[in-house]
């Protein structure tokens, strides 16, 4: 399996979710993966604090294949370019390269809350269940739910890379007025994604989406106060999609537990509350000055975190 881990945010996250992502793909056998960064201050900053990531392992953005170009231009606006030509580069390096499938994550700024054998756990599964409902492509659950099934997200996709993406997207790529319509229609945004969207709803690829039971999951953006729709954490469970932030700190419960839609997968493999705290905890208590409250904090949920 190769995994393309795109990454462009110089924020102080950005390390440590692309290091936990590289964590999980190193314990797939036989993986491969390069980071997509554009963003030069990005790159000397994984360079200067990973060890084993050297400058073979980096790609950029193609801005000047002319398929990548096309697409991005007659399917998205001026503010989703950039992040078009990122998503693109990946389908026409897997293309290149022979890649059968692959998994497209948005590394610098999503992040599941637990040790990275479970993470790879889910990622094997999901790439099972894409099989068996043959799924051109598979993507998290982090929009289609809040915008009641309108919405194919890139965020965490698993792609089958033996159909020809682009010569399907080639063929619906200056269908303007018809995607123009779908777009005012579901009220999306003319990204990448929504083009995705389009393909989906026009079934011209078969797209599905998953969520995974009982997990905890964050998206970063610049602001989890004044844009918590853009920066969430999230715990998927029961059918729901609980964002306490919304919900129990600004008391918006309509946008902060949400029904999962109903095309939507469900992966299960049995995580438990007490994994999840005790990875959090673990992670925390990697400072010094933090360990002995924590587990003071661990043995009152009545917990017992060991040496952490």
């Not at 409902?133 to 309108?150: A, C, L, Q, T």
């Amino acid at each position: 399996m190769h995994y393309y881990l795109k990454v462009n945010r110089n924020e102080g996250y950005m390390v440590r979710n692309l290091k936990h992502w590289i964590d999980a793909i190193k314990l797939d056998r036989g993986a491969s993966f390069r980071i997509l960064c554009d963003n030069s201050d990005v790159k000397e900053r994984i360079l200067n604090n990973m060890a084993g990531i050297g400058q073979e392992l980096f790609m950029q953005s193609d801005r000047l294949d002319r398929d990548i170009v096309d697409i991005t231009k007659n399917n998205t606006s001026d503010d989703w370019k950039y992040a078009s030509y990122s998503h693109l580069t990946t389908f026409k390096d897997a293309l290149e390269h022979g890649y059968e499938s692959f998994w497209n994550i948005d590394a610098d700024d999503t992040c599941f809350c637990m040790e990275p054998e479970r993470i790879l756990e889910i990622l094997k599964k999901a790439e099972c269940v894409a099989g068996e409902k043959k799924f051109h492509g598979f993507s998290f659950d982090m929009s289609r739910s809040r915008r009641n099934g309108n919405f194919w997200s890139l965020g965490v996709t698993y792609i089958d890379n033996r159909v020809n993406w682009f010569s399907e997207m080639k063929k619906h790529c200056f269908d303007e007025y018809r995607q123009k319509e779908t777009y005012r229609k579901l009220k999306l945004p003319e990204c990448i994604d929504s083009y995705f969207t389009y393909l989906d709803e026009c079934s011209v690829l078969n797209m599905g989406t998953f969520y995974v039971e009982n997990c905890r999951f964050v998206h970063y953006s610049n602001d989890f106060v004044y844009r918590p729709w853009c920066s969430w954490f999230a715990v998927y469970k029961n059918g729901k999609i609980l964002k306490p932030l919304l919900k129990d700190f600004y008391g918006l419960e309509s946008v902060g537990l949400v029904p999962i839609y109903d095309d939507v997968i469900k992966i299960d493999v049995g995580l438990t509350d007490a994994e999840q705290v005790g990875w959090l905890l673990s992670r925390a208590a990697e400072n010094d000055n933090n360990k002995k409250i924590l587990c003071q904090s661990g043995r009152e949920a009545g917990m017992d975190l060991g040496d952490i």
